[in-house]
């Protein structure tokens, strides 16, 4: 699995990243969402540079242009309800892409333990298209794991991108033991190095979800 950390090159993404982390600047639900959106544009655009193009021509007013866009077919997946602001980010720039959507949560058991549970899945086929599963926390790597892996039951990509942009330098090292070697691309902005007992990323942001959408029952 490659991993690209676009955090590691100074760029307009860490201010970003920055605003969401900053703990006054996230009472601001809506601008904690557009700051998200925006991050999603960012990742959006550095995956497109990786796709396969080809030349096109495209009639104006005046005469013929030839312009290189892209071939692939894409599917923007996104794990509920956490991802949903950068599964639109990213849908603003591959915007005639088809979509999927995993509802996946942590259920707890005694003391600190928990699993992953999925109550929901929708998908179209996913044969030989680019699958950009985002997620905006990667804490364990379970649901993405679990996600990823009910996805296939659909078809098999010709590649995966995995946006993650707040993950913890543990989960990339389990996705690194139980995802593909080939075939799969993990994007991150930052890969934080501490865990809390309940697994959440230290420094981290708190909840995304939460700070998305409100607190939760």
Not at 14 to 23: E, L, S, V, Y
Not at 126 to 131: F, N, P
Not at 156 to 175: D, F, G, I, N, R
């Amino acid at each position: 699995m490659e991993i690209i950390n676009l955090g590691e090159t100074d760029s307009i993404l860490n201010k970003f990243i920055a605003q969401m982390r900053d703990r006054n600047v996230q009472k601001d639900s809506m601008r904690f969402r557009a700051n998200l959106e925006k991050v999603g544009n960012i990742f959006a655009y550095e995956i497109s540079r990786r796709l396969r193009y080809s030349e096109k021509q495209v009639e104006t007013p005046l005469g013929i242009a030839r312009v290189r866009t892209h071939d692939d077919p894409v599917v923007v997946a996104t794990i509920l309800r956490a991802g949903l602001p950068l599964h639109k980010g990213i849908l603003d720039y591959f915007d005639n892409a088809q979509n999927a959507f995993v509802a996946a949560y942590r259920k707890y058991d005694k003391g600190d333990d928990f699993h992953i549970n999925i109550e929901y899945v929708t998908a179209p086929d996913l044969d030989g298209k680019v699958l950009i599963l985002a997620d905006t926390m990667l804490a364990t790597g379970a649901s993405l794991e679990i996600a990823y892996n009910r996805l296939l039951d659909d078809g098999t990509p010709s590649h995966t991108h995995l946006v993650c942009p707040v993950s913890s330098v543990y989960a990339v090292e389990y996705l690194q033991k139980h995802m593909p070697a080939q075939g799969v691309t993990l994007w991150v902005a930052t890969m934080d190095e501490e865990l809390t007992s309940h697994s959440y990323i230290v420094p981290g942001l708190g909840d995304a979800g939460d700070l998305a959408y409100g607190d939760k029952k």
